[in-house]
């Protein structure tokens, strides 16, 4: 067993138990054998998440489960409407852009979508993964709903706005005033609207990683920024301490005084949230002496079970009174090393002497808390602990949370030629290429983690390939698919850790035509293992102990997580 647990023998169990229901261990029968090399069909892709911190510590009644959205959910942003509240996070170069969700009780998120999901709201062509966009905040003012956002390396800050947020949403309003990043609006109690963002410092900076916020007035009826532009932070909370990348900006008007929420310290252990106030909107802002109102960075590194680099944190009052937070937040496994990417995290807001608190001294982020005193709110798919999802292709449109690299440019993927199955046309565009390649993927939510699927394939010349992958970005990931070596079939195991890609393990394979092949990719922190099945149920592990550091952030760099996908390549 790869898991070396008890919960990983019965991951294997439940997956062959699943396997030897019927050919494909779906519910639809083997197609018309694909065109050789030209498509590639999966029956279904299952998802297994076990981590171990959730048998040790489990939500019991009217508790919930930290990270409430599991995985690659970076940069949260929520807003309030009445009974209902909507979330927004950063995607990157993964299209569609911006998943967006709902919920009633800020526990249980349904996805409505995603807030740029066609081609003529989001250029990402040729853009690295951790390029695209950056910190989403959503608001909502008079019967609109506006998110606004960067898109870096592809246009700079925008807008879009819809009526409801499940779409559809406009095409982008371009805000070429504002530079830098993280923009995010304010609609205060007398209608007038600001945007606040983080750019450069008046001058030359003064240290590296030396920003400021600004603040300039917004003409909401115009749709265009209004008046002067003016730095209400320089540096963070103290200048003098060199403090670095004050971003991520919230304004908040409560009680007759301003709060400006801002993430300072960078995305990584030190990252910290951090509070000011003023009597207007237009400064001068104190900061709070208690801060920052929210870091890890003081623990010890040594705890178990650590939740690390948190902030970037936005807050919604709900109609009793209570204030709640969503904000960024990582599980590493060892050594700041984390696979999941910056998860979405809920905790309470409490107010000292008239500021607001997260956590405070030694206070941790915890992975059990009580609930909001709100209504239970329904969820289409798990995203928080553990829990396994099946996709069986059976519906008449993809599942909201699969995603693809960079912007579609024609269609390369279908659920009607063979019906209950995902069909993907296999072009000649590479996963480690810059291209828009045949790509459909799923975020990893747990360290330890199980994703398998039944394949049918036939590669019609070398270099001809389609399978599985585990993808952190274009240079680090492993692909796991049917080949041909010379004029042999095989499965092989392809690694990229840095530079070209290499063949780190290969077994000849004996299918007859139009038989799947059986896939899987078991991830235990550091540990990757992979898997082929001929027959259902009938495992043969083709490598095991990969090394699975090359897919953390910490390694691979960039803003994301690792993503489990399908993939389909002509090598002509």
């Not at 990043?181 to 609609?187: A, C, N, Q």
């Not at 007759?256 to 030190?270: K, P, V």
Request: charged letters at 20%.
């Amino acid at each position: 067993m790869t898991l070396h647990s008890r919960a990983a023998a019965a991951l294997a169990s439940a997956a062959a138990l699943l396997l030897g229901a019927c050919a494909t261990a779906g519910g639809a029968p083997v197609p018309a054998a694909p065109t050789p090399g030209a498509e590639a069909r999966f029956d279904w892709f299952s998802y297994q998440g076990d981590d171990s911190i959730y048998h040790r510590v489990q939500a019991g009644p009217g508790q919930y489960s930290n990270p409430i959205l599991a995985g690659f959910y970076p940069d949260p942003s929520m807003v309030a409407v009445g009974g209902d509240y909507y979330l927004v996070n950063s995607s990157f170069s993964y299209f569609p852009g911006v998943p967006i969700f709902h919920s009633t009780d800020l526990v249980h998120w349904t996805q409505l979508g995603s807030v740029l999901d066609r081609p003529s709201q989001l250029d990402l062509d040729s853009l690295g993964v951790s390029r695209g966009i950056f910190a989403p905040a959503i608001r909502y003012h008079d019967g609109t709903f506006y998110m606004i956002t960067t898109c870096a390396d592809c246009g700079g800050n925008f807008f879009v706005t819809a009526t409801n947020p499940a779409g559809p949403w406009s095409d982008p309003v371009w805000l070429r005033e504002v530079d830098g990043i993280d923009p995010s609006f304010f609609f205060d109690d007398d209608g007038r609207a600001y945007v606040l963002n983080n750019g450069p410092p008046v001058g030359q900076p003064l240290y590296q990683g030396h920003r400021a916020i600004w603040i300039q007035e917004f003409d909401a009826k115009a749709q265009k920024m209004v008046g002067p532009r003016r730095v209400i932070v320089n540096g963070g909370t103290d200048l003098s301490k060199k403090p670095i990348w004050i971003e991520g900006p919230h304004l908040f008007h409560v009680n007759g005084a301003y709060y400006l929420m801002c993430a300072e310290g960078g995305t990584g252990e030190q990252h910290s949230e951090v509070v000011f106030r003023s009597d207007s909107v237009w400064g001068p802002y104190v900061p709070y002496a208690g801060n920052p109102i929210l870091t890890q960075r003081q623990l010890d590194p040594a705890r178990p079970a650590p939740i690390t680099t948190t902030g970037h944190a936005d807050f919604v009052r709900t109609p009793k009174g209570e204030w709640w937070a969503v904000f960024l937040g990582a599980r590493p496994y060892q050594d700041d090393m984390y696979n999941t990417g910056r998860e979405t995290f809920l905790m309470p807001v409490r107010w000292e002497n008239g500021w607001p608190v997260i956590t405070a001294d030694d206070e941790q982020v915890p992975y059990v808390h009580a609930a909001p005193d709100l209504p239970r709110s329904p969820s289409d798919f798990p995203r928080s602990g553990n829990f396994t999802v099946r996709d069986d292709f059976t519906a008449a449109t993809l599942a909201p949370y699969w995603e693809m690299l960079r912007t579609p440019r024609e269609r390369w993927y279908d659920l009607t030629s063979a019906p209950g199955w995902l069909t993907l046309r296999a072009r000649p565009v590479a996963l480690g290429s810059l291209g828009q390649p045949s790509f459909l993927a799923r975020r990893q939510q747990n360290q330890r983690a199980s994703v398998s699927t039944a394949m049918v394939y036939s590669p019609a010349r070398p270099g001809d390939r389609a399978g599985i992958t585990a993808f952190q970005n274009e240079e680090h990931y492993y692909l796991l698919s049917e080949t041909l070596d010379g004029d042999t079939p095989v499965v092989q195991l392809q690694k990229r850790a840095g530079g070209a890609p290499e063949v780190i393990a290969s077994a000849p394979l004996h299918l007859a035509p139009g038989r799947p092949l059986y896939l899987r990719i078991d991830a235990d922190g550091p540990r990757y293992d992979f898997y082929y099945a001929t027959r259902p149920g009938e495992w043969t592990l083709l490598k095991g102990g990969a090394d699975g550091t090359i897919l953390s952030t910490r390694v691979a760099g960039g803003f994301v997580g690792a993503m489990f996908g399908m993939y389909a390549y002509d090598g002509r």
